[in-house]
């Protein structure tokens, strides 16, 4: 059974820095990694899909990297801003039916 | 265009009553997902459909829950008596199938079971 964990669970950092944010899955048998963003009573809003046979994709300060053979993936967010608070998931697609397990996000604030 | 739509976008029931939540995906997509978001459980899925057809149901809690969609469009899910462990966000995702696409999500429908 496929698992994905981010750690940790909540961060808190500066405006100006540049951050990682970790996301880590059980099976490396994957299709694609999909990093959402979600913001407080809203629905998801995806930020990068990777497919299985990418090691990266970049959109603007949002870098997302993935190592299949070690079942990691990183987003890399650069110059952060106080509109980057929000929590970010990261989701991986396994097997034929197509759904997508999640981990349990990683709530991010960025302090003025 | 417009993106994926979620009616009601709150839902507050009382024990034992049916709910049911309504989903429009965004025009094409023939894939449609239904997922639930509870408070320390994160993001669960519930079901998938492929136009009208359901291949995985897994993620279904119980046989209070079921779904369907109708014309490869408009998708419903029910809650038949409902029970307060019930209370979450229902979200549901539409892509355009296939492996390697992208799933997009409406804004859920928080339900609250009293």
């Known amino acids: 059974k496929q698992e994905v964990t981010q750690i940790p669970a909540a961060l808190s950092v500066p405006e100006g820095e540049n951050l990682v944010l970790n996301c880590s899955f059980t099976d490396s048998a994957i299709y694609n990694l999909q990093w959402f963003r979600q913001d407080p009573g809203k629905g998801l809003t995806s930020l990068l899909l990777i497919q299985s046979s990418q090691r990266e994709q970049t959109s603007g300060r949002l870098n997302a990297s993935l190592d299949k053979s070690s079942g990691r993936s990183t987003l890399y967010i650069a110059a952060s801003q106080p509109g980057d608070s929000a929590t970010y998931l990261c989701?991986?697609?396994?097997?034929?039916?197509?759904?997508?397990?999640f981990g349990k996000g990683i709530t991010l604030s960025v302090r003025p | 265009g417009a993106g994926v739509s979620q009616s009601p976008s709150n839902k507050v029931t009382e024990k034992g009553k049916d709910v049911e939540l309504r989903c429009d995906p965004i025009s094409g997509h023939t894939a449609l997902y239904w997922y639930r978001q509870s408070l320390g459980q994160g993001l669960e899925f519930l079901i998938y459909f492929q136009g009208n057809s359901a291949p995985d149901k897994s993620g279904l809690p119980s046989d209070r829950f079921s779904a369907e969609r109708t014309g490869g469009s408009v998708s419903t899910l029910t809650i038949q008596r409902t029970q307060q462990e019930d209370s979450a966000v229902y979200l549901c995702?539409?892509?355009?199938?296939?492996?390697?696409?992208?799933?997009?999500f409406g804004p859920g429908t928080r339900l609250t079971v009293l």
């Open positions: 989701a991986v697609r396994t097997g034929a039916n197509s759904k997508l397990t």
């Open positions: 995702a539409s892509s355009l199938g296939g492996r390697f696409d992208t799933q997009y």
